[in-house]
C-alpha cells in the first residue's frame, strides 16, 4: 500500500485514464482521492494470506451459449449514433498518426 | 369508473385487478398519471423524459387486447418508468449524463424486453445520479430531483428518479438497479418498496454497466406483492449476460397470496447484526423505529438472534476499490468514437479520447474513474484491486457465518431518514451514508428495503432492511408482507399537493 500521506500523481493518473481535467480541478481532486485513498488503506490492517479472491458474486465458470448463427445487429443502426461517419458506412475518427494530413 | 385520483393511488395488485374487471382502462390510468405528472413533475423532477404519446398508443393497444380477451399478461396495460441507464430501443438512453446525450439505444434491454412481453406502458425515463454513481441525484447532469414528502430534501440515489415517481404518484411501480444501494436507498427515503435481487437473477444486458460484478436491476414499488409480481416478470436466464443465473419461474406473487392466509412468522428466526446497530452516529429516530420494528415482528412470531458480521468495518473500503477499479474500466467505452459525445475542440485521436472524456463527465464519475484508474495502476493493483478481492472473500463468509443461525437479517436501510440539498459536499461522507446497503452486493445477496415508520421530527419515511441468503428472495418477500400487513404506520403516501 501507498504509505500514509503519499501524494498521488493526479496528472499521471489522468492521463492512464485519457482524462483531460480542468486545470482548478486538479488541487480538489488531488486532495480528495487522497483523503478517500487515506480511508480504503484500512484494507491494509487485515491479514488475507491465503484467502481466494472474489472477482464475481457468483461463480460461474466457462459460460458459453450454443454456437447458432444469428441474425447480426443492421449496421445503419449501429452507426446511427457515431458522431461522425465517412460515406455513412465508416466510423471518422480525428488523425491517428503524427504527419502531415490526408485528404 | 375511477376517479383520476383513485387510479393513481393504486398498487400494481389493486390496478391489475381494476383492468382485469373492467373497472378502469389502460388508456384511463395511463391518462390519469400523464395528468398528475404535468401537475407535480415540475416540483419533483423524477423523470428525464415522459413518453406521453407513445405511452397513450401503448396503453390503446393494450386496451384493444384485453377487449378481444387476450392480454399478454395481468399487467397488460400498467405503466410502468425506467432508470435512465436501462436500454429501450428508439429511446434516449443518457445515464443522466452530457457523454450520452443523444444516444438512441439501438436495441431493448432484457428488462424492457419483457415488460414489452407483459404489455407493460413504457411511461418514461427516471433520473438518476450520473452513470448511478451517487446516493441524492444530486449528480444528474440535468436536473435536481426533489424527495415528494419534502421537496429540500434528496430522494435518495442513484435510483432517485425512479423512487421518487412512485412516491409523487406519476407512475404504478418502477426499475432501478442497485450497485452499491441505489434502489433500497432512494427506496426508502421516498417511503417506497426497493428490491435488490441477488446477483445474476436479473439478466443486465442492455443496462449500462457501471460496476459489473455489483450492478443489479430491480423494482420499486408501492407494496412487498407488487415488487414480487415485478421480479417474476423480469428474472430469469439470458444466455446473454453470462452472469445470469439459470433458474425456473419463482411466482414469488402466487406464494405470497397463499402466505397471506396466515401472515405469520412463527418459527422464523431473524438474525440481528450487532456491527450494524452499534454504528455511531446512527439517528435516534432510526434506532427507535428499528426497535419498534423487531417489536413487530416478534408479535408476528418471530424469535430473534444477535449474529456478527466481523468484517463491516471494512466494506466501505472494499466497495468503494471495487467498484471504482470496474467502473473505470466499463467507461473506458465513452471515448468520442463511435457514439455519446465527441469534443469538438480536439486535434488529434488522443486529445479526442481526453477532451471528450474531461468534458463529457461529470465531477463525481471523474472522481471515481481516476480513483478506480489509480487503485488498478502498476504497482498498486495486489495492494488495493487483489486486496479488496480477498476482503470481499471474508465478507461474504461473514453472511455465510450469520445465515447459519437464522432465516434472515434485519438491518436499518440508511443511518438516518433523507438529507437536505447540499447537505453531504465532502465525497467520503457521501459514501459512508451507504453503510448498510453495501456489503450485500459485496456478497450477492438479496434486500429489501420496505418502509416502516414515518420520522415525526422531520416528517419522513424511514425504511427497515431484510437480507436473505442468494435466490432466497421468498424469504424477505414473506417477511416483509407480514411486516407490511402488522406495521403501525398504514399509509405511505407522500404529502405532495
Known amino acids: ?65 450454443d454456437d447458432v448463427p444469428s441474425e447480426p445487429f443492421p449496421r445503419e443502426e449501429m452507426l446511427a449514433n457515431a458522431p461522425d461517419l465517412i460515406e455513412g458506412e465508416l466510423v471518422k475518427v480525428p488523425q491517428v498518426l503524427p504527419g502531415e494530413g490526408i485528404a | 369508473m375511477m376517479t383520476n385520483s383513485e387510479l393513481i393511488r393504486l398498487s400494481l395488485r389493486d390496478a391489475a385487478a381494476a383492468l382485469a374487471d373492467g373497472r378502469t382502462t389502460s388508456a384511463a390510468l395511463t391518462s390519469a398519471f400523464l395528468e398528475r405528472i404535468q401537475a407535480v413533475e415540475p416540483k419533483v423532477r423524477a423523470l428525464l423524459a415522459v413518453n406521453a404519446e407513445s405511452a397513450l398508443a401503448q396503453a390503446a393497444a393494450s386496451d384493444a387486447r384485453r ?88 430522494p435518495g440515489g442513484s435510483s432517485g428518479g425512479s423512487a421518487a415517481s412512485v412516491a409523487a404518484l406519476e407512475t404504478v411501480a418502477a426499475l432501478g438497479s442497485d450497485t452499491g444501494g441505489s434502489i433500497r436507498q432512494p427506496a426508502a427515503f421516498c417511503g417506497v418498496v426497493g428490491l435488490k435481487p441477488t446477483y445474476g437473477r436479473v439478466s443486465r444486458n442492455g443496462l449500462v454497466a457501471f460496476a459489473s460484478s455489483l450492478d443489479q436491476i430491480g423494482p420499486l414499488s408501492r407494496t412487498v406483492w407488487d415488487a414480487a409480481a415485478i421480479l417474476d416478470l423480469i428474472a430469469a436466464h439470458d444466455e446473454k449476460d453470462s452472469t445470469s443465473l439459470p433458474q425456473e419461474p419463482a411466482n414469488f406473487a402466487a406464494d405470497l397470496e397463499a402466505f397471506e392466509q396466515n401472515p405469520r412468522l412463527d418459527g ?42 466481523p468484517h463491516t468495518k471494512y466494506s466501505m473500503a472494499c466497495y468503494y476499490i471495487i467498484a471504482t477499479a470496474e467502473a473505470s474500466a466499463n467507461l473506458a467505452r465513452f471515448d468520442g468514437i463511435r457514439y455519446g459525445y465527441r469534443s469538438p475542440n480536439a486535434t488529434d485521436i488522443n486529445s479526442t479520447y481526453e477532451k471528450s472524456r474531461g468534458e463529457g463527465f461529470g465531477n463525481e464519475v471523474l472522481r471515481r474513474i481516476m480513483l478506480g484508474t489509480y487503485v488498478l495502476s502498476s504497482g498498486y493493483y495486489d495492494a488495493y484491486y487483489l486486496r479488496a478481492q480477498k476482503v470481499r472473500t471474508l465478507l461474504r463468509r461473514d453472511f455465510q457465518e450469520a445465515y447459519k443461525l437464522c432465516d434472515f437479517l434485519l438491518t436499518p436501510v440508511t ?24 456489503a450485500l452486493n459485496l456478497s450477492g445477496d438479496c434486500g429489501l428495503s420496505v418502509p416502516a415508520a414515518i420520522d415525526a421530527a422531520s416528517g419522513l419515511p424511514v425504511g427497515i432492511q431484510l437480507i436473505a441468503p442468494a ?27
Open chain 2, 415 to 438: 443511518p438516518a431518514p433523507a438529507f437536505h440539498f447540499g447537505a453531504k459536499t465532502d465525497p467520503l461522507q457521501m459514501y459512508l451514508s451507504d453503510v448498510f446497503t453495501t
Open chain 2, 471 to 497: 435466490m432466497e428472495e421468498k424469504r424477505i418477500f414473506r417477511a416483509g408482507r407480514a411486516f407490511e400487513l402488522a406495521r403501525a404506520q398504514k399509509d405511505f403516501t407522500a404529502p405532495l399537493s
Open chain 1, 1 to 65: 500500500m501507498a504509505e500514509q500521506g503519499t501524494k498521488i500523481d493526479v496528472a499521471q493518473v489522468a492521463s492512464l485514464a485519457r482524462l483531460s481535467l480542468p486545470q482548478d480541478m486538479i488541487p480538489r481532486l488531488q486532495s480528495e482521492m487522497e483523503q478517500i485513498v487515506g480511508y480504503v488503506e484500512m484494507l491494509a490492517e487485515l491479514d488475507v494470506s491465503g484467502i481466494e479472491p472474489t472477482a464475481h458474486a457468483v461463480a460461474r465458470t466457462n459460460v458459453l451459449r
Open chain 2, 67 to 154: 377487449a378481444a380477451g387476450a392480454p399478454l399478461s395481468p399487467f397488460d396495460g400498467m405503466p410502468i418508468t425506467l432508470k435512465d441507464n436501462i436500454c429501450t430501443k428508439g429511446e434516449q438512453c443518457s445515464c443522466a449524463s452530457k457523454i450520452l446525450k443523444g444516444f438512441i439505444s439501438p436495441y431493448d434491454s432484457f428488462v424492457t424486453g419483457k415488460l414489452k412481453a407483459a404489455g407493460c406502458v413504457l411511461l418514461g425515463r427516471a433520473n438518476m445520479d450520473e452513470f448511478a454513481m451517487g446516493s441524492s441525484c444530486e449528480n444528474s447532469a440535468y436536473q435536481r430531483t426533489a424527495n415528494p414528502w419534502d421537496l429540500d430534501c434528496v
Open chain 2, 268 to 309: 422464523v428466526k431473524i438474525g440481528l447484526p450487532k456491527e450494524y446497530y452499534e454504528l455511531e452516529g446512527m439517528d435516534p429516530a432510526v434506532k427507535q423505529i428499528m426497535n419498534d420494528a423487531i417489536e413487530v415482528f416478534r408479535s408476528l412470531g418471530a424469535s430473534f438472534v444477535d449474529v456478527s458480521l
